[in-house]
């Protein structure tokens, strides 16, 4: 587990990794196969193969997601872990410290209570939330990265300077790394990672027409793609079992 979280904070310090989201132990352990130096959840894939939608798991059912998927393989695991699945900070700092004890890397905050509205908290409780993270992995003696996230793109709020303060504010309270999925441009990631700088920033690739390759040269240091996989997979399975119900027959394998 040492090993693991020490490798991850290496792959913070230079260059750029991409960390795919698995969903269940055969996904994580073909992602590996592949040559992923890291892992992340998916809060999203997590709900699926519950059969349930975004959002709709509890800190128990996430915790338990956590623990599988960090017992799959020795790969560092990144928790998606919402927005800590508390109202309180105090909340988010026992959460946290529950979700070190799966054995995760790194853990990421949202600013955007739960229930998937178009709110998020103010700056000063999203602060507040993100120093009670910070005193939770402090006090558990874990080296677990930080990863605080502003969601203002994905509720409409797309001002980009706003963004920027929120994630210098998180930074300060103690976020190791950055994250404000839904940020598309290729020029307003390069704005936004030298705004930051130097602590690292996270880009989701599905909300951007980037590469990886150009991520890259404008400092990105890492590139997760949230429940992109897992949707793909579901979509086949759908297909699939649609054709077998509708015709009694499966499409041809590879």
Same mark, same amino acid.
């Not at 103690?174 to 020029?187: I, K, N, Q, R, T």
């Given at each position: 587990?040492?090993?693991?979280?020490?490798?991850?904070? /290496?792959?913070?310090?230079?260059? $750029?990794?991409?960390?795919?989201?698995?969903?269940?132990?055969?996904?994580?352990?073909?992602? *590996?196969?592949?040559?992923?130096?890291?892992?992340?959840?998916?809060?999203?894939?997590?709900?699926?193969?519950?059969?349930?939608?975004?959002? %709709?798991?509890?800190?128990?059912?996430?915790?338990?997601?956590?623990?599988?998927? $960090?017992?799959?393989?020795?790969?560092?695991?990144?928790?998606?872990?919402?927005?800590?699945?508390?109202?309180?900070?105090?909340?988010? /700092? /026992?959460?946290?410290?529950?979700?070190?004890?799966?054995?995760?890397?790194?853990?990421?905050?949202?600013?955007?209570?739960?229930?998937?509205?178009?709110?998020?908290?103010?700056?000063?409780?999203?602060?507040?939330?993100?120093?009670?993270?910070?005193?939770?992995?402090?006090?558990?003696?874990?080296?677990?990265?930080?990863?605080?996230?502003?969601?203002?793109?994905?509720?409409?709020?797309?001002?980009?300077? %706003?963004?920027?303060?929120?994630?210098?504010?998180?930074?300060?309270?103690?976020?190791? $790394?950055?994250?404000?999925?839904?940020?598309?441009?290729?020029? /307003?990631?390069?704005?936004?990672?030298? =705004?930051?700088?130097? *602590?690292?920033?996270?880009?989701?690739?599905?909300?951007?027409?980037?590469?990886? =390759? %150009?991520?890259?040269?404008?400092?990105?240091?890492?590139?997760?793609?949230?429940?992109?996989?897992?949707?793909?997979?579901?979509?086949?399975?759908?297909?699939?079992?649609?054709?077998?119900?509708?015709?009694?027959?499966?499409?041809?394998?590879?």
């Amino acid at each position: 587990m040492s090993e693991a979280r020490a490798k991850f904070r /290496a792959l913070h310090q230079e260059g $750029c990794f991409v960390i795919p989201n698995p969903w269940d132990a055969g996904s994580a352990i073909r992602l *590996k196969n592949l040559g992923f130096q890291a892992l992340a959840s998916s809060s999203a894939a997590a709900a699926w193969t519950l059969g349930r939608a975004d959002g %709709e798991l509890g800190l128990d059912d996430a915790l338990a997601h956590l623990a599988m998927l $960090c017992a799959a393989t020795d790969l560092p695991v990144n928790a998606d872990f919402e927005e800590g699945f508390a109202g309180d900070a105090a909340g988010v /700092a /026992a959460s946290v410290t529950r979700a070190i004890a799966t054995g995760v890397a790194g853990l990421s905050i949202e600013d955007r209570p739960a229930g998937r509205g178009r709110d998020l908290y103010s700056l000063e409780a999203a602060v507040e939330r993100i120093r009670a993270a910070r005193s939770a992995i402090d006090a558990s003696g874990e080296d677990v990265i930080l990863v605080a996230r502003n969601e203002g793109f994905l509720v409409g709020r797309t001002d980009l300077g %706003e963004t920027i303060a929120r994630l210098r504010a998180y930074a300060q309270a103690g976020a190791d $790394c950055l994250y404000a999925p839904g940020v598309g441009e290729l020029s /307003a990631i390069a704005e936004l990672v030298a =705004a930051v700088a130097p *602590k690292p920033v996270n880009v989701l690739l599905s909300t951007t027409h980037a590469t990886v =390759a %150009e991520l890259a040269g404008v400092g990105v240091r890492r590139v997760s793609v949230g429940g992109a996989l897992a949707a793909q997979a579901w979509k086949a399975f759908d297909e699939a079992a649609a054709l077998l119900a509708r015709e009694g027959r499966l499409p041809p394998r590879g």
